[in-house]
């Protein structure tokens, strides 16, 4: 069965420095893996998705994440945090052949210190 | 732009009582599906449907039923409801062609007492 494990429940950081989130992932078929992320008291939205193209993947926000299948990893960064990135960030695989049922992990927090 | 509307955004109840969260997308999206999230467990899938007249069990999908008579709307139903079921729910729909990019509502928060 696919999963993923956030191995950070919070994370925080300065404005102005690098953020890292952490993932890693279990699959037993080339996955397909996404991060959403959330703010306060809203719904969710899709910040980038890797499906099997490019390992280094481009979102919104100037985040980015890197698909290392040695070492089942989907980690999530940006080189200088805003304050607005403020959230919750949560790594995500889809069901196999079902791209429309998604599997979260349980989210990270993110702080940002001003 | 309404994209996934949700009502109601806040509602509470007594156990036992029962509820209907509404859904709607004016996206023309074949897919829809219920998730709940609860704290340090990320989003769990409810039930989800492919399609009108189709629909299916999530990961969780017990004290509660769904239908899906039109494409735009998707009720869930809680039948007696239960404190177990206080929880933030979203909907969220895509298109079929699509590769895991889910359009959320921005939730409703139920609380059952």
């Known amino acids: 069965a696919q999963s993923v494990t956030q191995l950070d429940s919070h994370v925080s950081v300065s404005e102005g420095t690098p953020v890292l989130l952490r993932c890693n992932y279990s699959?037993?078929?080339?996955?397909?893996l996404f991060w959403y992320v959330q703010h306060p008291n809203k719904g969710l939205q899709l910040l980038l998705k890797?499906?099997?193209?490019?390992?280094l993947v481009k979102g919104i926000n100037g985040f980015e994440a890197e698909f290392k299948k040695s070492e089942t990893s989907f980690h999530l960064t940006k080189p200088s945090a805003h304050m607005s990135d403020a959230a919750e960030y949560f790594c995500?695989?889809?069901?196999?052949?079902?791209?429309?049922?998604?599997?979260f992990g349980s989210g990270t927090r993110l702080l940002v210190r001003p | 732009n309404a994209g996934v509307t949700q009502t109601p955004k806040f509602q509470v109840l007594k156990t036992g009582q029962s509820m209907t969260l509404q859904c709607a997308q004016d996206m023309n999206h074949e897919y829809m599906s219920w998730y709940r999230q609860d704290p340090g467990m990320g989003l769990r899938l409810i039930h989800y449907?492919?399609?009108?007249?189709?629909?299916d069990q999530g990961e969780v999908p017990n004290g509660y039923n769904v239908s899906r008579s039109t494409t735009e709307d998707f009720p869930l139903r809680l039948l007696s409801a239960a404190p177990s079921q206080t929880s933030v729910y979203f909907c969220?729909?895509?298109?079929?062609?699509?590769?895991?990019?889910?359009?959320f509502g921005e939730g409703s928060r139920l609380t059952v007492l």
């Open positions: 995500v695989v889809s069901d196999r052949g079902s791209s429309y049922k998604l599997i």
């Open positions: 969220a729909s895509t298109p079929k062609r699509a590769t895991g990019e889910l359009f």
């Open positions: 449907s492919v399609g009108a007249g189709i629909t």
């Open positions: 699959s037993s078929y080339s996955p397909s």
């Open positions: 890797y499906t099997s193209a490019a390992t």
